[in-house]
């Protein structure tokens, strides 16, 4: 079992800045990619960021590209995201999750139970 755990989320003001951080634990053989997405009310969850596990290929929502900027450690199996220019449409929970490969090939993704980002205005 592979574990998920997010930090880092809180209360900031329009135009502030908010870093998270994840980090997949437990029985892992090999994590070939970690993202973000996040979930609005009402709303249904969207993806945020995502990297690959070489560190190299990563992947942007447009609602975020230029503002935003996923990073990670492939060795400590961690992602982290940070948030520059904040707008309270970013207002949402923030869920990390991490695309497990298991010796087998068999593919499972892993979910984080979520951070709360709340921008005001």
């Known amino acids: 079992q592979v574990q998920v755990l997010e930090s880092g989320g809180g209360l900031v003001q329009d135009g502030g800045s908010l870093r998270l951080s994840c980090a997949a634990s437990?029985?892992?053989?090999?994590?070939?990619?970690m993202g973000w997405h996040r979930q609005a009310p009402g709303r249904q969850r969207e993806l945020v960021a995502t990297?690959?596990?070489?560190?190299?290929?990563?992947n942007y929502a447009d609602s975020v590209k230029g503002r935003f900027t996923i990073s990670g450690d492939n060795a400590k199996n961690t992602v982290y995201l940070q948030m520059n220019s904040l707008k309270p449409e970013d207002t949402a929970v923030y869920y990390c999750?991490?695309?497990?490969?298991?010796?087998?090939?068999?593919?499972?993704?892993?979910w984080g139970q979520g951070t709360q980002v709340t921008v005001s205005s």
């Open positions: 990297m690959d596990s070489d560190g190299i290929v990563s």
């Open positions: 999750n991490a695309n497990h490969v298991d010796r087998v090939g068999r593919l499972q993704t892993y």
């Open positions: 437990g029985r892992i053989f090999s994590i070939h990619r």
